[in-house]
């Protein structure tokens, strides 16, 4: 369920299709700042997270037209809502039903508030922008930012001069760039696997316990410190697991939800967000390595091993080498 944070601003989890008509959706954390006029995500609570690290994504509440339920548009996705920015359209994920409920109608109210009181093709004295003198330009230049199709577009008024007025013009642009209505990180390269998501693990060395972002292929199970990183901190060989079960020291351990991978080298301590959440991945894990071992790695067989995971299967930054196993 959302939250109202000491900031005084709207804060959960909710899982986003943040590559538009791709069907994976990604867990991120969200932040309706009424104040700010915007709302943000990030990978985790920023309480998590190093200090200055940046969001993942942010909208500008001024460009939301309507939000509203999308079960009947998005069948598949269960609790689906879509905010509609623009020519872009963003389909979320709420946990439950009261969760969908109460983050369409904080949007909508935010949006109520913030939504200027001027039209499109209306003139407002903001729009009108005077550009101080240049070295070079006989008259001033000004600009007029018009929103067309939910972007911003600066057109020149009036123009005499130079290199200093081309100058000017480039700035303005540059300027009109930086308020477009919504930012998305660099986007990332498609690619089905079979299982992914964040999880809880302990360091080899210093025993203490980390959150990494883990994706399981046909032939490895992989982690990265997030999953905007392009390279592993530790690649798992499938044909090098042994077992891969519920960890039976979870109470000496502290730990909940927590299953073992046990490889010839090492045994890796795993905690999941929770229980279902744990035995999705033994399953997951468990039917890729009889996928692999198995006579024929056939297609059906694949697409078992995905069934026993997540429904929702994420996207991810194509991935490449191997780090130091202190990790």
């Not at 690290?53 to 339920?69: A, F, N, P, R």
């Not at 930086?178 to 498609?190: D, G, V």
């Not at 071992?293 to 059906?300: E, L, M, V």
Request: hydrophobic letters at 35%; one cysteine or more.
């Amino acid at each position: 369920m959302p939250y109202v944070d000491r900031q005084n601003r709207i804060c959960g989890f909710l899982d986003i299709e943040e590559n538009e008509s791709s069907g994976k959706f990604l867990r991120r954390y969200f932040i309706l700042d009424t104040q700010q006029g915007s709302l943000v995500w990030f990978m985790d609570n920023p309480q998590n997270l190093p200090v200055g690290t940046d969001c993942v994504g942010s909208l500008k509440l001024t460009y939301i037209s309507k939000v509203s339920d999308a079960t009947k548009l998005r069948p598949k996705a269960e609790f689906c809502f879509v905010i509609n920015a623009g020519m872009r359209k963003f389909f979320l994920q709420a946990n439950d039903q009261q969760d969908l409920v109460d983050w369409v109608n904080a949007l909508n109210k935010a949006t109520k508030i913030t939504v200027p009181k001027t039209c499109d093709g209306q003139q407002n004295p903001e729009n009108q922008k005077a550009l101080p003198d240049v070295v070079g330009t006989k008259k001033q230049v000004s600009y007029r930012t018009e929103i067309i199709g939910g972007v911003p577009i600066v057109t020149q008024t009036q123009h005499e001069g130079g290199d200093g007025a081309d100058r000017a013009e480039r700035d303005a642009m540059h300027r009109s760039h930086s308020q477009l209505p919504y930012f998305l990180s660099r986007p990332a390269q498609e690619h089905t696997v079979i299982k992914s998501g964040y999880c809880v693990k302990q360091g080899a060395v210093m025993r203490n316990w980390k959150r990494r972002y883990f994706l399981l292929e046909e032939n490895s199970m992989s982690y990265f410190k997030s999953d905007l990183e392009k390279e592993p901190l530790r690649m798992i060989p499938l044909k090098e697991v042994h077992k891969v079960q519920e960890c039976k020291q979870s109470d000496i351990m502290m730990r909940d939800n927590l299953f073992e991978v046990v490889t010839t080298s090492r045994t890796f301590y795993i905690q999941a967000d929770s229980p279902e959440e744990m035995h999705s991945w033994i399953k997951a894990v468990s039917g890729a390595i009889v996928a692999q071992r198995g006579p024929g790695r056939s297609a059906a067989t694949m697409r078992q091993a995905r069934r026993l995971s997540n429904p929702c299967i994420q996207r991810y930054t194509s991935r490449i080498g191997e780090c130091s196993s202190t990790d």
